[in-house]
Antibody, heavy 119, light 110 residues
Framework: EVQLVESGGGLVQPGRSLKLSCVAS????????MTWIRQAPGKGLEWVAS????????YYPDSVKGRFTISRDNAKSTLYLQMNSLRSEDTATYYC????????????WGQGVMVTVSS | DIVLTQSPALAVSLGQRATISCRAS??????????MHWYQQKPGQQPKLLIY???NLASGIPARFSGSGSGTDFTLTINPVQADDIATYYC?????????FGGGTKLELK
């Protein structure tokens, strides 16, 4: 059974940093691209970052480029999201997702972790 | 960015057909591939993939869900609607980066 379990969320002040983790199990982690997607309270879904299966390439929207860094440790089957210079608009539930290997289609999602940016 | 437009809500009776639409600001089809996907999200839960590439049922999804469309217009159909289907449905395109989602359609009981 595929499982994605996020951790690391919480309350953080604007301008500070936070690092999310996602432990994967039930599949061969290093065969799949992985993606973080977020959802602000009561709002829709927004793509945050993607990483290739080897970790050799990463992709971001303009809204987080230069502030967020996605990475992975294939030996530990773990995905990370380092978030720096956090803003109030980064407040959201962050989901770890597996890409389906047919392009950016997300076939498994973690339960999500809440990040609140507030003073 | 490709903008996906969905109606905010749809009211339906149990046992009836629900048709949820998604319109893209430009074509999301390449050759024979229609790069539109559908997700279901129940309150307090993570989204779940229902349909990929417009018409392919994801693993474990009941056959009462189906998808169709090409180019800029896509439809998710639920027939018949069951109580467990009350949720918000999102479309998502993978034709161009960044991948974008529609605003979601909340399926409600009439």
């Amino acid at each position: 059974e595929v499982q994605l379990v996020e951790s690391g969320g919480g309350l953080v002040q604007p301008g500070r940093s936070l690092k999310l983790s996602c432990v994967a199990s039930g599949f061969t982690f290093n065969n799949y691209w992985m993606t973080w997607i977020r959802q602000a309270p009561g709002k829709g879904l927004e793509w945050v970052a993607s990483i290739t299966n080897t970790g050799g390439s990463t992709y971001y929207p303009d809204s987080v480029k230069g502030r967020f860094t996605i990475s992975r440790d294939n030996a530990k089957s773990t995905l990370y999201l380092q978030m720096n210079s956090l803003r109030s608009e980064d407040t959201a539930t962050y989901y770890c997702t597996r890409d389906m290997n047919i392009g950016t289609t997300f076939d498994y999602w973690g339960q999500g972790v809440m990040v609140t940016v507030s003073s | 960015d490709i903008v996906l437009t969905q109606s905010p809500a749809l009211a339906v009776s149990l046992g009836q057909r629900a048709t949820i639409s998604c319109r893209a600001s430009q074509s999301v089809s390449i050759s024979r591939y229609n790069l539109m996907h559908w997700y279901q999200q129940k309150p307090g839960q993570q989204p779940k993939l229902l349909i990929y590439r417009a018409s392919n049922l994801a693993s474990g999804i009941p056959a009462r869900f189906s998808g169709s469309g090409s180019g800029t217009d896509f439809t998710l159909t639920i027939n018949p609607v069951q109580a467990d289907d009350i949720a918000t449905y999102y479309c998502q395109q993978s034709r161009e980066s960044p991948p974008t989602f529609g605003g979601g359609t909340k399926l409600e009981l009439k």
